[in-house]
C-alpha cells in the first residue's frame, strides 16, 4: 500500500494480542452491563468481584437462553 501508515494497523490486527468482539446476539447488552460495572468500581461503589459477581448473575440467564435457542436451531 502507497500509505506507508497502513503497515501499523496490519501489524496491529495481526497481533497476537488482537481481539474482536464476540460474535452473539447477546453481546451489546453484556458490554453495557460490564461497562456499568466498571463505572460502579471506578467510583467505589463496589468491589471488582462483586461487580463480576452482579454482571454474571444479571447475564448468565442470558447466556443459557442464547446458548440453547443456538443449539436448538443446530448452531453449536
Same mark, same amino acid.
Given at each position: 500500500?502507497?500509505?506507508?501508515?497502513? #503497515?501499523?494497523?496490519?501489524?496491529?490486527?495481526? &497481533?497476537?494480542?488482537? +481481539? &474482536?468482539?464476540? $460474535?452473539?446476539?447477546?453481546?451489546?447488552? %453484556? #458490554?453495557?452491563?460490564? &461497562?456499568?460495572? +466498571?463505572?460502579?468500581?471506578?467510583?467505589?461503589? #463496589? &468491589?471488582?468481584?462483586?461487580?463480576?459477581?452482579?454482571?454474571?448473575?444479571?447475564?448468565?440467564?442470558?447466556?443459557?437462553? %442464547?446458548? #440453547?435457542? $443456538?443449539?436448538?436451531?443446530?448452531?453449536?
Amino acid at each position: 500500500h502507497p500509505n506507508p501508515d497502513v #503497515k501499523l494497523f496490519a501489524d496491529l490486527a495481526n &497481533s497476537k494480542n488482537a +481481539f &474482536s468482539p464476540p $460474535k452473539m446476539a447477546i453481546w451489546p447488552e %453484556y #458490554k453495557d452491563a460490564l &461497562s456499568a460495572m +466498571f463505572d460502579e468500581v471506578i467510583l467505589g461503589r #463496589k &468491589s471488582a468481584q462483586q461487580a463480576l459477581d452482579e454482571v454474571q448473575a444479571r447475564m448468565q440467564p442470558l447466556l443459557n437462553q %442464547y446458548i #440453547k435457542r $443456538k443449539r436448538q436451531r443446530g448452531e453449536l
